[in-house]
């Protein structure tokens, strides 16, 4: 799910309303897709006042488990679906994504539209930033605009995974699983990578073939870095505070009471 973010000054009955300072809000990955103050549920609101207002309604357990999950974030390593035709396959790529910690997948609808199948992704897409695109090209314009390497996936290349950097920016295109990856994607990534096989199969199935990747990016980072995540502190509170309010069906109406009692909107 995405929010649309912008930034403006709100004032309280003391004045300007404390949001992170200028230092924490430069600390920002540039492909980081939030600033402050958040705008969610048509409420715009800073998330340290979000995490205030939600966070005695939810069990101690949850919250506990927000932290955990957050350690683990991060948005340097992302998934990109290119022109997918099952939707399942996509779903399975959500739920892969979302449990090694990679917060962004980017889908480009070519061949169909996305939607959800719970069945298969488990509540992943909850959890998740999911970029939906028409075409290659605005995909790719975006994620270089950002600072990733685009590194697709193809039979024809003779770089493995295993040559790969996943500590930088990086986006790994998955093709369909007719044609694999485009050919218009193909012109614009930077490198082609392939999966070491040793057996008469030529290929994976694409849901398995994006788990492998995932996992052995999740395994790299965790080598080289002790961990996966490496969100600032203020990008952590930010996801806190979606986190939250999404753990919560009655959200929007906990922290409209809370600014109505404690701020003058």
């Not at 920002?28 to 207002?53: D, K, M, Q, R």
């Not at 035709?85 to 994504?97: F, K, Q, W």
């Not at 986006?171 to 369909?176: E, L, M």
């Not at 694409?206 to 600032?232: C, M």
């Amino acid at each position: 799910m995405r929010y649309n973010i912008n930034y403006r000054n709100r004032m309280t009955k003391k004045g300007i309303l404390s949001n992170l300072d200028t230092e924490q809000i430069n600390m920002l990955h540039p492909y980081f897709p939030y600033t402050e103050p958040l705008n969610v549920g048509g409420l715009l609101c800073p998330s340290e006042h979000i995490i205030s207002a939600l966070e005695p309604w939810l069990t101690q357990e949850r919250v506990e488990k927000i932290g955990k999950v957050l350690q683990n974030r991060t948005y340097t390593v992302s998934p990109v679906l290119d022109g997918l035709y099952d939707i399942g396959n996509m779903n399975a790529v959500l739920r892969t994504s979302e449990a090694f910690g990679f917060q962004a997948v980017h889908i480009i609808e070519t061949s169909v539209k996305y939607r959800e199948a719970n069945r298969v992704a488990q509540g992943a897409e909850k959890w998740l930033d999911i970029f939906r695109w028409k075409s290659p090209l605005g995909c790719v314009s975006y994620l270089k605009e950002k600072g990733y390497k685009i590194c697709a996936t193809s039979l024809d290349s003779q770089k493995t995974i295993n040559e790969i950097d996943f500590l930088s920016p990086t986006a790994i295109v998955f093709g369909n699983e007719h044609e694999g990856v485009s050919k218009e994607m193909l012109k614009h990534a930077d490198e082609n990578i392939i999966i070491p096989m040793f057996g008469f199969t030529q290929s994976f199935n694409i849901s398995v073939a994006a788990s492998i990747v995932l996992y052995h990016a999740f395994q790299e980072r965790v080598k080289q870095l002790q961990t996966n995540g490496d969100l600032y502190e203020n990008e952590r509170q930010i996801l806190k505070a979606l986190f939250y309010w999404k753990s919560l069906s009655r959200a929007k109406e906990i922290v409209s009471h809370a600014l109505k009692k404690d701020f003058i909107i």
